[in-house]
């Protein structure tokens, strides 16, 4: 038989206590006995009851339930009768656009029915500059105005060409408190006669 010796300190209060040979502070003590209720009081759970039979999926791509099965053949018979559906449309006619002064044409974001060549072809190419890389991106679309085309490249390089293919000029966007590398992308949009 293992005896227990409880020791108490001047103040009357339990410091330590030895069980089977091993010193034990107050602190452990507590936790262990907390520690043994729990595992004696979780094996008092009721067991679980498990029913027999075939086990069915709550979520089934492919539903045995008729009524589920005639609505969805319903509806897709419907959505093949809309989609089939012969229906007049109008467009607007077709104009020129002469200046693509905006992302997506205009400020309004607004393109009309665009006449088109029946045989559409490249007019020209250039390069405007630096391309994609790890660090930069091209972000700025390039835009149409009074005969010119503007364009950016990753390093926020602007670039003016005629509409057909000749350079212009150049102007470099990067802050001078900034090196090359620092500059990354933007954005292009032409208001007015002379600002771009």
């Known amino acids: 038989m ?8 001047r103040s ?5 206590q030895s069980l089977g040979g091993k010193r034990v502070t107050g602190h ?9 209720a729990v595992a004696a009081l979780s094996a008092c759970d009721e067991r679980e009851v498990i029913f027999q039979g075939k086990r069915e999926a ?3 791509p492919d539903p045995e339930v008729v009524g589920e099965k005639a609505a969805a053949n319903f509806a897709r018979a419907e959505a093949e009768a809309e989609a089939n559906k012969s229906v007049p449309i109008k ?17 309004t974001h607004n393109v009309p029915h665009l006449a ?4 559409p072809q490249v007019m020209f190419q250039v390069p405007i500059g630096q391309g994609n890389g790890r660090k930069h991106k ?3 679309e390039p835009i149409v105005a009074d005969g010119r085309v503007f364009t950016m490249d990753s390093q926020s390089m602007v670039a003016a060409h005629t509409t057909g293919g000749g350079a212009l000029w150049t102007a470099d966007l990067t802050p001078t408190s900034d090196s ?16 771009l």
């Open 2 to 9: 293992t005896r227990s010796r409880t020791r108490i300190g």
């Open 12 to 16: 009357g209060n339990v410091n330590e």
């Open 28 to 36: 452990k003590l507590i936790g262990m006995l907390l520690m043994g």
């Open 58 to 60: 709550l979520y089934s």
């Open 91 to 107: 467009l607007a006619g077709q104009s020129s656009l002469g200046s693509w002064t905006h992302v997506a044409g205009s400020a």
């Open 116 to 119: 088109f060549s029946s045989q």
């Open 138 to 140: 091209i972000t700025a």
């Open 180 to 195: 090359q590398g620092d500059a990354t992308g933007g954005g292009l949009a032409y208001i007015g006669g002379a600002r």
